[in-house]
């Protein structure tokens, strides 16, 4: 069965410095998102995508924050100048449909 | 985002009986909501979904019970297996806005 992948599993940071989190969605996917979980928080939304561009983000997501579709099948966010609260769980998530989304396993992200 | 709530932070449940997760919204403009299965150290997995002109969804096992004008809605796993035992997200989204709302989740742990 298809599904979503991202990589690293988990990624340790200096504050201040960028990283970049990686996803391939599952292939025949159009819509993608970017959702993160603070530790013992719930999940929240950060951005999503569609047809190459940001459909929606949250307040969350601020210049820090950015997404690239850099080619047919990977999906990146990229937070420029990471903070300590910046540390969480950050999930991809991919649909074929609006409704549905398919979650791949997480990177955990610990800013230090 | 108090939008979702599930308002029972674990449930334990005997092998064999039926388990019953409640999640209540605010938001009356919902009109998709899902559950979605969590392991430890892995993504959200998706279970089951109901679009809000329906008030039942049945997949297996899992039943899914939608009641708008009490803004409610629940998941029975029937008959409930050690395997189930894992986080229980809700999630609603309104149409043509590319997010979910989650609730906090609640772990249901099944004894043998």
């Known amino acids: 069965e298809p599904e979503v992948t991202q990589t690293p599993s988990h990624q340790v940071t200096q504050m201040g410095q960028e990283v970049i989190l990686r996803c391939v969605p599952i292939?025949?996917?159009?819509?993608f998102y970017w959702y993160r979980q603070i530790l013992g928080q719930k999940v929240e939304f950060l951005v999503s995508f569609y047809n190459n561009e940001i459909s929606e983000k949250s307040e969350i997501f601020d210049d820090q924050f950015s997404v690239e579709r850099p080619d047919g099948s990977n999906f990146t966010l990229k937070i420029r100048s990471t903070k300590l609260e910046d540390s969480a769980m950050y999930f991809c998530?991919?649909?074929?449909?609006?409704?549905?989304?398919?979650f791949g396993p997480g990177t955990r992200l610990l800013v230090l | 985002d108090q939008q979702v709530k599930q308002n029972s932070p674990s449930l334990s449940v005997q092998e064999g009986r039926i388990s019953i997760l409640n999640c209540d919204y605010t938001?009356?403009?919902?009109?998709?909501f899902l559950w979605y299965k969590k392991y430890p150290a892995e993504g959200p997995t998706f279970l089951i979904s109901?679009?809000?002109?329906?008030d039942k969804n049945e997949d297996g096992r899992f039943t899914v019970f939608l009641n708008k004008s009490a803004k409610h809605l629940s998941l029975h796993i029937v008959p409930s297996q050690p395997g189930d035992s894992a986080v229980y997200f809700c999630?609603?989204?309104?149409?043509?806005?590319?997010?979910?709302?989650f609730g906090a989740g609640t772990t249901v742990t099944v004894r043998a």
């Open positions: 109901i679009s809000s002109i329906k």
């Open positions: 998530a991919s649909g074929d449909r609006w409704e549905t989304q398919y």
């Open positions: 999630a609603a989204s309104v149409l043509g806005d590319y997010k979910l709302s």
């Open positions: 292939s025949n996917h159009l819509y």
């Open positions: 938001n009356s403009m919902f009109d998709y």
